[in-house]
């Protein structure tokens, strides 16, 4: 089951969260919260399988993020 560790404005940013996690050796999904929304304007849900949750929300806070 995937879970998601971080939510953020913007495709950038969310591609931005999700190349540190997988830097990091985690298996990521990055999901647009609405449809027919331009990229920019949108929210992203960065995601990893629940058992990599604890470690990848230890990174981001790592890296600032949290």
């Known amino acids: 089951m995937w879970v998601v560790v971080y939510m953020v404005q913007g495709k950038e940013m969310a591609e931005k969260v999700g190349d540190l996690l997988t830097k990091e050796g985690f ?29 990848a929300q230890k990174v981001l806070m790592e890296n600032k993020y949290l």
């Open 27 to 55: 298996l990521i999904k990055i999901k647009p919260i609405y449809k027919n929304v331009a990229p920019e304007e949108n929210y992203y849900r960065v995601m990893v399988p629940r058992s990599e949750a604890s470690e």
